[in-house]
């Protein structure tokens, strides 16, 4: 079977709608037809700084959420990167491969940077699009299923891939980025041109898995739309009612074509109203699913050790190719 792989930081509490309906629901689709890896990039996490208790709090909650929304842990493999120290040491041989000024043109480093300041970024934070090339040449997949904001990311893979292989010989398979029309950009019901980002500026423009209900609710129900009251989809002119739009349309599976004649002559308060309710019952029961994997961290700690033992078969025959092709001495 063709494989995939892809991963998403335990970098808050819960995860937000973005992550939800921009990756994890495309994740479980690809379960069907894909051998699937799913990762917890926690080396990803300290390349800002971090509490040490939270991160291992953040990355147990983190792949709960992956379980309770549908990740199985049967058919595919869930794991924690620094499980896994293949990740590490393909990212150093990647990092010799990678140009300075590339690397300097990756658009998020670009954002995160200039937040931090740059001289109080860190390195780890400028090669980290090298340290996720290297977590998906790892497993040779084809496909890698992200939403729209990692597409520069896994054209760098690409780019590695090919690099690496003109050099010393084939050895990754080139990917692709998997990225679904539906739910590819989430944007934040504050601020409606931003996309949705647990560095939000205000937490009432965020929608998380984790948070009560009624919280979701209320702040669905004070998203910012416009002056006009026509329910229209214009992405420049009506950015707020555009978003809700498109969080119901990809709920409900209706396009929003449709949407936009059932509320025809209907107010924005009903709208809301319907989104609050279709978001809160798609979120509620993946809630209840993961405080109760939770209550039992044994064996969500098992599970994941098993899922690393797995997914270091696969990584080990990968870093043993690149050390061999690029000249290292083995040891036998
Ligand atoms: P991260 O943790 O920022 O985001 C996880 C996934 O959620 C998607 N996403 C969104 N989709 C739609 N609308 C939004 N507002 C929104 N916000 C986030 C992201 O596109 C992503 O798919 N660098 C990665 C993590 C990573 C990774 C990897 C991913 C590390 N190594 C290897 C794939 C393969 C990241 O920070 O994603």
Same mark, same amino acid.
């Given at each position: 079977?063709?494989?995939?792989?892809? *991963?998403?930081? &335990?970098?808050?509490?819960?995860?937000?709608?973005?992550?939800?309906?921009?990756?994890?629901? =495309?994740?479980?689709?690809?379960?069907?037809?894909?051998?699937?890896?799913?990762?917890?990039?926690?080396?990803? +996490?300290?390349?800002? &700084?971090?509490?040490?208790?939270?991160?291992?709090?953040?990355?147990?909650?983190? #792949?709960?959420?992956?379980?309770?929304?549908?990740?199985?842990?049967?058919?595919?493999?869930?794991?924690?990167?620094?499980?896994?120290?293949?990740? #590490?040491?393909?990212?150093?041989?990647?990092?010799?491969?990678?140009?300075?000024?590339?690397?300097?043109?990756?658009?998020?480093?670009?954002?995160?940077?200039?937040? !931090?300041?740059?001289?109080?970024?860190?390195? *780890?934070?400028? $090669?980290?699009?090298?340290?996720? !090339?290297?977590?998906?040449?790892?497993?040779? /997949?084809?496909?890698? /299923?992200?939403?729209?904001?990692?597409?520069?990311?896994?054209e760098?893979a690409r780019d590695?891939a090919?690099?690496?292989?003109?050099?010393?010989?084939?050895?990754?398979?080139v990917p692709?980025?998997?990225?679904?029309?539906? *739910?590819?950009?989430?944007?934040?019901?504050?601020? /409606? $041109?931003?996309?949705?980002?647990?560095?939000?500026?205000? /937490? =009432?423009?965020?929608? =998380?898995?984790?948070?009560?209900?009624?919280?979701?609710?209320?702040?669905?129900?004070? %998203?910012?739309?416009?002056?006009?009251?026509?329910? +229209?989809?214009? @992405?420049?002119?009506?950015?707020?009612?555009?978003?809700?739009?498109?969080?119901?349309?990809?709920?409900?599976? $209706?396009?929003?074509?449709?949407?936009?004649?059932?509320?025809?002559?209907?107010?924005?308060?009903?709208?809301?109203?319907?989104?609050?309710?279709?978001?809160?019952?798609?979120?509620?029961?993946?809630?209840?699913?993961?405080?109760?994997?939770?209550?039992? $961290?044994?064996?969500?700690?098992?599970?994941?050790?098993?899922?690393?033992?797995?997914? @270091?078969?696969?990584? %080990?025959?990968?870093?043993?190719?690149?050390?061999? =092709?690029?000249?290292?001495?083995?040891?036998?």
């Amino acid at each position: 079977r063709p494989r995939v792989l892809s *991963g998403m930081q &335990p970098s808050a509490d819960s995860l937000h709608l973005g992550n939800y309906l921009g990756a994890l629901v =495309n994740w479980v689709k690809t379960q069907d037809e894909y051998d699937a890896f799913f990762f917890i990039p926690d080396l990803h +996490a300290i390349t800002v &700084p971090h509490d040490p208790a939270q991160l291992r709090e953040r990355t147990r909650r983190t #792949a709960a959420q992956y379980i309770a929304g549908g990740i199985d842990v049967e058919r595919s493999t869930l794991f924690v990167q620094s499980q896994v120290p293949e990740h #590490a040491q393909l990212a150093w041989v990647l990092n010799c491969i990678t140009g300075f000024g590339e690397a300097a043109r990756m658009t998020q480093f670009k954002d995160k940077s200039a937040k !931090a300041g740059q001289e109080a970024a860190s390195v *780890g934070l400028f $090669t980290y699009p090298v340290l996720m !090339a290297a977590d998906i040449l790892l497993y040779q /997949p084809q496909g890698v /299923p992200v939403g729209d904001d990692q597409r520069q990311h896994v054209e760098l893979a690409r780019d590695l891939a090919q690099r690496f292989n003109h050099r010393f010989g084939e050895t990754f398979t080139v990917p692709e980025a998997l990225i679904q029309k539906e *739910g590819a950009r989430i944007y934040d019901l504050q601020e /409606p $041109t931003s996309k949705m980002s647990k560095s939000a500026s205000s /937490p =009432n423009g965020l929608i =998380n898995i984790l948070d009560d209900p009624k919280v979701t609710a209320k702040r669905i129900k004070s %998203a910012v739309t416009d002056a006009d009251t026509r329910v +229209a989809y214009d @992405r420049q002119a009506k950015p707020g009612v555009s978003n809700l739009l498109e969080i119901l349309s990809t709920i409900s599976g $209706t396009p929003v074509a449709r949407l936009v004649e059932e509320y025809e002559g209907r107010m924005y308060g009903h709208l809301k109203a319907d989104v609050a309710e279709a978001v809160v019952a798609r979120i509620r029961p993946i809630r209840d699913r993961t405080l109760e994997l939770l209550d039992d $961290t044994a064996e969500l700690d098992r599970l994941l050790a098993h899922g690393a033992a797995k997914a @270091r078969e696969t990584a %080990a025959a990968t870093l043993s190719a690149v050390y061999d =092709n690029v000249g290292f001495l083995r040891s036998g």
